[in-house]
């Protein structure tokens, strides 16, 4: 972990490790020579997915674990990077004669979508969601594509994963939420992950002097937008479980003494049950409609984005909480507030996903931090989870 | 006026010029000729300002009137242009043998203070609030400064108007507001100029994952801001003539899915009486302190300009309410929302303004304007009032 935490750290604590640049090469070719090591078959995708593959020599099914080592700007050492070493040390484990059928360690690509939209792009690619040709094409900011980096780094294999498709999927990770912590549970049970609805809200008013125009006279949507965005955050103190956030806010000219034109906001709302999901949406809309009436202003709501709550499989939640339990580590069912790459493997195979606590709930951050006591704790977990569900 | 109207103005409707500009340059210069036209002496002081004094030969009061011709970027034809065109035709009529004393028409520098701050730049230097070294060194935010520009223009002139002070100072100004329009009065006696109060408040809270941090456990410096913003509308309909206008929101790190350590909007406050808006600061800065106590975020209040109203001399109220009154113009008396070179000049001499409506009280755009009938009314009662100030 502390070999990995120095790749792509170059001044204080933060990690600058985003998909697709010379960083992350070096810390997947460093996971790499781990996974050698280990005595693990080496595999590599045409999109750079990395696999080790640990033959046991006993019949069973395929068991895959994994996360992801790339990060996002300025974050932290143990996000993504604490799934795929576990999964290393259980590639050790089974390597030395643990366990039936095989096992592969995996260390998804550009899971973070900082650099290269969308996120989760290794798994949605394994998966079949995403085809080699359309991911080589995307393009940063500056123009550059996927396919320009992976040449130009010599990051991607020509190796295939067709001949061996995971029976299982299971995702050690740290919580990024305080739940663990304030519970003072060692151990997060997932048992699926939050469904999510993006929207955009435009208030769009007139423009107009601020010392000059009387108050009855305005459409500043300024003052819309405040309204309709108090209204909204009370929308999880209506529906128990929501999480609703307005990250992002925009006015236009944006000027002291002119009255807005228009004010565009965010809205990020999350649920795990689908039927809350929807229903929140409907509140949402009908919030937005009675602030058109109300203010005057033209309130306009685009959906920007809308990924349906996932249930993990039974079997390998059930497989968590027995090994939490026989380990005697204090554990919890709890739904993930964020996406994972154990989200999109579970679309075709039973997945499920460890937490272990982060301090403060802080992620994407160089002061993320968990104890040593529970990272070892979690490897220990996965590596009996990955067990028990090789063992049948 | 349609002469003026034709520069800096590049393509379509919008006006372009910008103080200390090539485009301001030309637009003082033809001033310059149509003063000349009338015979006035023609002064140009250390800043630009542009003089044009009529002796009548007859003993009486030293009467200035005019307004200023640099525009906001793409503003509109009237705003400033219309005082000092009137000024002009006033100087052409006392130049033909009307009133007593001395007539000065004044086409103030830098009124608007867009690319160089403050604004009422030309009557704080001629009102001896602002020196004239302290003014050249001020930079725009390419870096130059307004002595350099003076220079590469040859702007300046080396003229004194130290022999030669107002008695009394009267500016034509379009409304920018929609209260003529509105009520059907063709002339606003203008009493004073509402006082003005500008905040910055600044909430801050803790940055962290939309999806992953509960409701309860957030600082969440949006969502204060938006509640504190809603409370902040709700005054002006408690504080009668109170104006406030939220116009700038700035929010960090204004991402989709994450929360918002830090939230920062602006408050501009206005009112006509000074005890009123200092009870209006005195609400905002209770509703602060209660948001912070309630939001768990740290907000802070932080003042950015305060201009006390300003009360226009009886005398030329007066004169100003007899001439309309008198030539059958619909009038009525009304405080000025925005602010004006009068209020600067009050504080030498007695002062007053005139307005004419502007439709829909559009200002600063290209689609301010005013209807020919309402110009002629404006300068006809500007002219008039001038001339019963010169006669006493």
Redesign the interface.
Known sequence: MKDLAGIGSPKDGGIWRLAFTDADLEARTFVEGCLRETGAEIRIDPLGNLFGIVETGRPGPVVMSGSHTDTVADGGRFDGSLGVMAAIEAADAISSGKGCGTFIAVDFVNEEGVRFMPDMMGSLFFTGRLEIGEVRSIRDAAGTSIGEELNRLGYAGTDSMSDLRPDFFIELHI?????LE?TDHTIGVVTGV?G?K?FEITCSGT?????????Q?RR?A??A???L??HL?QL??EMDGV?????????R????????ER?VF?V?V?HPNPEVLSDAERHIRARVRAAEAESGCDISIRA?ADAEPVEFDRRVVEAVARTADESGFPARRMI????HDAQILNSVCPSGMIFIPSRG?????PDEFSTDDDLVAGANVLLGSILALMDG
Do not use: F, K, Y
Request: hydrophobic share 35%; proline share 7%; with cysteine.
């Open positions: 919580e990024q939420g305080p739940i304030t939050q999510l993006w423009s107009n002097h601020a010392g000059t125009t009387p108050m006279n500043d300024v003052r937008a405040s309204r965005m108090d955050h999880p103190d999480r609703l956030t307005v990250g992002s806010v925009h006015a000219p944006n000027l002291i003494n002119v009255i807005a004010c965010t990020d999350r920007l993930s507030g964020a996406g709930g802080i992620s994407h951050s």
